[in-house]
């Protein structure tokens, strides 16, 4: 497809750019030394922009470290990340998504406060996005990019239709806005399965809240039955009433479908749908989809830190710092973001590089740049990595009892 040709030419673009601005500017990455041999990171970047974007990414690598052989698995044919790192047996690095999920993995993890400081890795890091890579008061994680998660994908042909407004202000709006729609004959809502459910009860719980007691659901004694959480997961079930069916095997991309083909108005997911639909649909951006923040949540921005870390052990110490520097990087973040679609963690980008974005990269550029951060509980490390499977059967469950005290229940059971 011409499209996906252009991603992965805008990954080189990116790369070569990036490595030019690194010639001009401070060696921010240089490690004093050079690193050689393998490097083995647990990552599951293996398929369409994520995977175009670690190829990115690692071009950026050879420029820092040219005597490293990159070497990653998804986990498929071995342990988990966690008990390779109980075992004894770590990868060099691996990815986890912050917050909960890097505390979870902390003491198997090296600090990094130190290393940090001499190596500038916390560079142009917004104050908001810090504390999710620490664990009590040491630094573990290192960020390479946001995925923004509360966005609102709208198609503009069947919402002018319907005359519905493709950036609702709040969730009650949307809904007025989905009945428009559901009168035109179509499903208003592209839902694909579980995981976009419990997608939606997180927005609609998020713009109930806000963003700090929404955060305190999760804490010990959190207020699941406060008004605004019982009137969040009604709307919740108001928002289902207006979707295309639920089917347990169908995923975001099912959803993706149904709105760039015209079947739904609206899709709630995160920024990987803006990559999706430009390859998979051939669709423009702006002209065949829009976008705007989740109804209730327009100053927040919510997301899932693409963050890795250090293991205690490693058995390629040297690859893996040098790896880490090129990831805290200006022409890393910009390479491997810049071929996804998904945002640099740091906002110190020089103004030429946004013309290495796509017109909902460059938003959510200046999105970033204002916003609050907040992490997500179904795509990030709001959650351990157990709780977030435990609020996902609490979601499938839902999708059949549709019963809102159940599920408040079993969410704060999880």
Known sequence: MPIRRRSVLLGGIAVACATALARCGPAEASSGNHPAGLLEVTCDWTSGPDRNGLQALLAALKGHAPDVTFVTGDGSTDADPLTRL??????????????????????????????????????????GLRP?????????????????????????????????DPAPADPGLLIAQLQRVTATGRPALAVGGPAEVLQLAETALLAAHGPDAFTALWQPDGPWRAPATTAALRVLDALLAHAAPVTPDADWTDAARLLGTGQAGYLLTGDWADGWLRENLVLRAGADYRWAAAPGTAALFQSRADVFVLPRGAHHRDAALAWLDVCASLDGQIALNGARAAVPARTDLPEPTRAL?????????????????????AHGGLLTPRRRTAALAAATAFTTHRDSTRLARDLAAG
């Open 357 to 377: 974005f796509g017109p909902y990269a460059r938003w959510s550029l200046d999105e970033w740049q204002h916003g609050r951060p907040l992490d997500s509980l």
């Open 132 to 164: 999710r890579l620490r664990a009590g008061r040491a630094l573990y994680g290192v960020p390479a990019g946001v995925r923004r998660t509360n966005l609102l994908w709208s198609n503009p042909r069947v919402l002018a239709d319907a005359a519905a």
């Open 86 to 127: 109980a075992t004894g047996r770590p990868p060099d690095s691996l990815r986890c998504a912050g917050g909960a999920e890097l505390a979870e993995l902390a003491p198997h993890l090296e600090p990094l406060d130190g290393l940090a400081r001499r190596r500038r890795w916390t560079a142009g890091l917004p104050a």
